[in-house]
């Protein structure tokens, strides 16, 4: 039978969290995860479809076991009114990234091809500086960013992970439905 | 009930006696005025002026574990709410229903680093079930009723509600309400139950064990786990929590199992095929090194918590719900069970059992002994009371011996800090006991150590006349650290010696109460006898024992189960 003393090593897990929209309810969230040490890869948070009701999408990096234990501890939070994982599969996410590129003027027409290859835009431009918005899954941002390393990466501000599932099921337990 | 246009301190009032609470554990200060002006000339609940805020706060969980009702303490804001944490932690860790109530400065000023200003809530946030700083007075009734609704249900726990004092002094039209509507909470759990696997498992088991924690004292399933244990006929063994939740006087039950446990206990885990865990939480005083933890057992895990299944051993089969609903469902089933295939043959395994009680009993011999012996103390108040006592303790050396030989009968019994381990409870929770058991028997057993750290509260049992009777083991050290120097520190008692230092017996003298020593056997008896006879106040015993004498069996932390050093 299984002692969970050694913990194995994590991969990624999307966890998504309906929560009361009420003072301190980030403090509370935040700190059981690094009171348990559980370690957070990105957390967001921001209004739902209800003034009342916030939406935090918390990426971890843990093994699926602990990912469990972690629902089960953040379920016990009274604010918090539903916590699941969303499976890999029914999962759409995405991310919103800034990046502030210092880089000569002669480069910014190659900048914007580039650009326009991840479907990002350039938001801001002058003389010797642009900024470059871009959104979509973790992955192609993170294959935006090494492309634009070539060109000066002075600043980058990523938004961390949203996710809803896809279909008809949602978060919202009958009563709020 | 009926409107009515008051304060948010008398609503405060007004909605502990809606809750139907008979004491409140406290002292006031600067900004909870409001709310003890409230309370001024309140029969009930009655206030308990205590000496420092953690006394209050252990004496609440003293009288919650007593009775199985809502503690509830009150501190001012500040250090009156600090020193309320280590008893809320505590309370938290031992799930111990309790209610605190803390003043803040008026909420113009918090946030400012005003006078006695503390950030309670932030302070308490991982210790409390859940916490609320009140910023409108408008939600104090709904706020107080959610909160002893939370901290009484599911897995019972501290609550603090923090109210700054101009909403103390603000009127408004006051309501309580008749239900908490909560969206986020919602004890106990949904999920379906497995009856039928754990009870194949049950039927399927050749050397199956029955694991008792303080769950079953929080369900007060007492009954239902006799009628399971009776069915089933496996042995039964304890966590500390677990002492009387199955009779330590049965042969079935072999006490106490984990650090401190018996070796047959401890071999019998070890060897067992399956574990049924009731209202338990395989802490690591019980479980020692996880990966070598009783290997061959499957793992029926019954709990009220879900977040507790599968958190430290995978349960082969977790049954989430309450012990005293869920246990009979299971009992039935596995009533069936045997009916339709028989029963399984328990014969070899009870023997084995048996044989390792008989080859490693829990031992130690007074006679010959220059000086008193812990454990003999301990047997000998047992035998002059026939048991018949609420049994409370420190923490340390005399809180494992009280666990090891005290036997209790019945429930809540024995009441101590488990999982905190906070040393100076025994006094505290002494008071809380005797107020909430009046008619009964109250005795402590602490250390000198333990005692030395909330002595100043014997001036509440003084003014409220608690007859109860603290044994003070005193070996003139901090007893169970100096045993680890003695085992793992090659004897260097780095700040573990007490001094001599004070005399218990003045002590207890310049306190208006009775105080008495021993030092031998003939003088325990005597003593033992004065104390019991002592009704008009609390009697401080000291009871000076071998300095040397240590807790046996240990299992050293971090090492296997059966891996036991009994000092032989």
Redesign the interface.
């Known amino acids: 039978m299984e002692r969970n003393e050694e913990k194995p090593n994590g991969s990624s897990h999307t966890i998504s969290l309906l929560v009361e929209n009420k003072p301190g309810v980030l403090h509370r969230i935040a700190g059981l995860f690094s009171r348990r040490g559980y370690n957070i890869s990105s957390l967001t948070v921001g209004p739902t479809e209800r003034p009342d009701y916030s939406r935090m999408t918390i990426v971890v990096l843990l093994s699926t076991k602990t990912v469990e234990q972690v629902v089960r501890q953040v379920q016990k939070l009274v604010p918090v009114v539903e916590v699941r994982e969303l499976s890999p599969q029914d999962l759409i996410e995405r991310e919103l990234m800034l990046v502030k590129i210092r880089t000569p003027e002669r480069n910014h027409a190659e900048l914007r091809a580039l650009a326009e290859t991840y479907e990002a835009t350039i938001v801001d431009v002058s003389p010797d500086a642009l900024v470059v918005e871009a959104s979509g899954n973790a992955g192609k941002l993170d294959a935006l960013e090494d492309r634009l390393r070539a060109f000066g990466i002075q600043e980058v501000c990523r938004s961390g992970r949203i996710a809803l599932e896809r279909g008809f099921k949602t978060l919202a337990p009958p009563s709020l439905k | 009930m009926a409107k009515e246009k008051i304060t948010g301190a008398m609503a405060v009032r007004r909605a502990l006696e809606a809750e139907g609470v008979e004491y409140v554990f406290g002292m006031p200060g600067g900004t909870i005025l409001p709310i003890y002006d409230a309370m001024f000339g309140c029969v009930k609940p009655q206030q308990v002026l205590i000496r420092h805020e953690q006394v209050g706060g252990h004496a609440a969980e003293g009288f919650a574990l007593a009775t199985g009702r809502t503690g509830v303490c009150f501190g001012t804001s500040g250090p009156g709410a600090t020193n309320l944490v280590t008893a809320i932690a505590d309370a938290y860790m031992d799930s111990v229903p309790l209610v605190a109530i803390t003043g803040n400065v008026a909420t113009s000023l918090i946030g400012s680093d005003a006078f006695q200003e503390a950030d309670i ?2 302070i308490t ?2 210790i409390t ?2 916490n609320w ?1 009140v ?1 409108d007075v408008k939600d104090l009734p709904r706020i107080l009723k959610e909160a002893f609704y ?1 901290a009484r249900t599911g897995r019972p726990g501290p609550v603090l509600v923090d109210i700054p004092k101009d909403i103390q002094n603000t009127e408004f039209e006051f309501e309580y309400p008749d239900s908490v509507s ?4 919602h004890p106990p759990v949904r999920e379906e139950p497995r009856l039928k696997d754990a009870a194949t498992l049950v039927r399927g088991a050749s050397r199956p064990l029955i694991y008792l924690g303080g769950g079953v004292r929080t369900a007060g399933a007492h009954a239902e786990v006799a009628a399971f244990a009776e069915l089933i006929g496996a042995p039964v063994v304890t966590t500390l929590h677990g002492k009387g939740a199955f009779p330590e006087t049965s042969p079935q039950c072999l006490g106490m199992f984990g650090m401190h446990g018996s070796k047959f206990a401890n071999f019998a885990v070890q060897n067992s095929d399956l574990l049924i865990a009731l209202g338990a939480r395989f802490d690591d005083r019980v479980t020692g ?11 029926i895990h019954l709990d009220v ?3 507790e ?6 349960a ?1 089969v977790p049954l989430v719900g309450d012990l005293k609903r869920l246990l009979p469902q299971l009992t039935e089933e596995v009533r069936r069970l045997f009916a339709a295939q028989g029963r399984p043959d328990l014969e070899p395994w009870l023997k084995r059992v048996e044989a390792w009680r008989e080859k490693h009993p829990m031992k130690y011999t007074q006679v010959g002994q220059k000086y008193l012996l812990p454990q003999y103390v301990i047997e000998a108040i047992w035998k002059k009371t026939g048991g018949k006592a609420v049994v409370t303790t420190g923490v340390g050396e005399h809180q494992m011996f009280a666990a090891q030989w005290w036997k209790t009968s019945g429930p809540r019994q024995f009441i101590t800090s488990g999982g905190l381990g906070t040393m100076g409870f025994c006094l505290p929770a002494a008071i809380g006991i005797q107020l909430g058991r009046p008619g009964e028997l109250v005795i402590g057993i602490d250390g000198d150590g333990s005692f030395q750290m909330t002595l100043q509260d014997l001036a509440t049992a003084r003014d409220l006349n608690l007859p109860i009777k603290i044994f003070i083991l005193n070996n003139l050290f901090l007893g169970m650290v100096r045993q680890w120097q003695e085992l793992f520190y090659e004897n260097r008692f780095a700040q573990t010696p007490l001094s001599d230092c004070p005399d218990f017996v003045k002590l207890a003298d310049a306190y208006g109460c009775l105080g008495l020593r021993a030092r031998t056997v003939e003088e325990l008896d005597q003593v033992i006898d004065q104390a019991l006879a002592n009704d008009s106040g609390p009697t401080i015993i000291d009871v000076r024992v071998r300095r040397q004498e240590k807790v046996f069996p240990m299992v050293p932390a971090g090492a296997p189960l059966n891996d036991m050093i009994d000092g032989e």
């Not at chain 2, 909560?182 to 909470?185: A, E, L, M, S, V």
């Not at chain 2, 090194?289 to 793992?299: D, I, N, Q, Y």
């Open positions: 809530t932030g946030m991982p079930k859940h700083l910023t939370i909560i969206p986020g909470y090194k996880l990966s070598t933890f009783a290997p061959e057992a499957k793992v918590d879900p977040a299944i599968s958190k430290l051993v995978t082969t």
